[in-house]
């Protein structure tokens, strides 16, 4: 439906004149009509007037499909590090109404996680900041401690803390509940991702084991979880040589390179890490490619003190997000540009 089809429609439904419209959003009665005639279309300033007048969001002015509103959150969720309590709350009801719609609940269901997530992050960066401020104001308080292990990912002592039980145990029912033709394969590294995290080498062995047997194994996948069980086993001699196999065995595979980065970089090993991530990067033939490489390349030159690299990788990733994401006011790009001056004032400052 037009816009001016619309607004006649709630008009109409509010019990309004055209004059009374008008008056209410401070116009002549003849501009109101030419928005119904579709002549001219209202200023997009008075958008959010117009809904409030007829009691709608500004989505339900231009009646938009449900795709449509699915990109529309999104979108917005891309390019606002919080959102305003009232468009939160819109968005949350339609996704709830979706769900409840069954149209398709896996993809609001999807949406919605995203959404309390994106929320969750903003409270987080709010949390993360006054607990920082609360430890620098008294360091020898324990009470805020904690809270950098939620907002931030920091390290935690306690094992029942830090084990993943609850998570093993939700992706192990997911693979024995899978009855269907062919078997999905991407549970089967979640669970074995968490059981070499919790040391428990003995039980990813034997789900490795039936993750070979899938048609969606990777080939290159699996020798690198092989060298992580040998690690959980805490025998790096074997997992060494596991892995430098592997890499001769997939010159050249991009993900093969970045599984072994990821490895000799949960090693301390940074230089050879380094050296795969960068040569996981160059051989990537998608575009856009995923920055996830020059990511940790620039952790990696922050942790060893080398801070113009730590910048240039930045500087490299902003033009990637910029060239081949397409990329120019989403979050990502405020991010990296806010890393890259946080690098820039550590190295005058000179504090590594």
């Known amino acids: 439906m037009e816009l001016g089809n619309k607004i006649r429609q709630l008009r109409f439904k509010a019990s309004l ?11 002549s009665a003849q501009a109101v009509s030419k928005w119904e005639n579709s002549v001219a279309m209202p200023d997009i300033t008075l958008l959010p007037d117009l809904a409030e007048i007829f009691g709608v969001s500004i989505d339900e002015l231009f009646d938009l499909t449900t795709g449509q509103k699915y990109r529309r959150i999104e979108s917005r969720m891309d390019t606002q590090d919080e959102l305003e309590p009232d468009v939160f709350r819109e968005y949350e009801t ?8 069954g149209e398709d609940p896996q993809k609001a269901n999807s949406v919605l996680a995203h959404l309390y997530y994106h929320a969750m992050e903003a409270y987080a960066r709010k949390a993360d900041a006054c607990a920082r401020e609360a430890i620098r104001l ?7 401690q904690w809270l950098l292990q939620k907002t931030e990912g920091s390290a935690a002592w306690d094992w ?41 080498a003995e039980e990813a062995e034997a789900y490795l084991e039936r993750y070979k047997k899938l048609p969606g194994c990777k080939a290159f996948i699996v020798p690198t979880y092989e ?40 090693k301390c090993d940074y230089g050879r890490a380094m050296q ?12 856009p490619r995923f920055t996830d490489a020059l990511d940790s390349i620039a952790a990696i030159c922050e942790i060893t003190g080398d801070l113009p690299r730590a910048i240039r990788t930045q500087e490299r990733i902003l033009g990637a997000l910029r060239e081949e994401w397409g990329f120019s006011e989403e979050t990502i790009i405020r991010e990296t540009e806010m890393e890259i ?12």
């Open 94 to 101: 339609f996704l709830r109404e979706q769900i409840r719609s």
């Open 341 to 352: 001056e946080r690098l820039r004032k550590k190295a005058q400052s000179g504090k590594r």
């Open 276 to 287: 795969c991530y960068e040569a996981s990067y160059a051989a990537e033939t998608d575009r």
């Open 160 to 200: 029942n803390i830090t084990n993943h039980s609850r998570t093993i145990a939700f992706y192990r029912q997911l693979i024995e509940d899978d009855t269907g033709e062919p078997k999905k394969a991407l549970p089967y590294l979640y669970l074995i991702d968490n059981l070499i995290a919790d040391h428990r």
């Open 227 to 266: 060298a992580a069980i040998a690690l959980a086993r805490f025998d790096e001699a074997r997992a060494d040589a596991i892995m430098e196999k592997a890499l001769a065995d997939f010159p050249g595979n991009s993900g093969m390179l970045f599984e072994a980065a990821q490895y000799y970089a949960g």
């Open 138 to 144: 008294n360091p020898g308080k324990k009470d805020c």
């Open 17 to 27: 004149t055209q004059e009374q419209l008008a008056e209410r959003l401070g116009l």
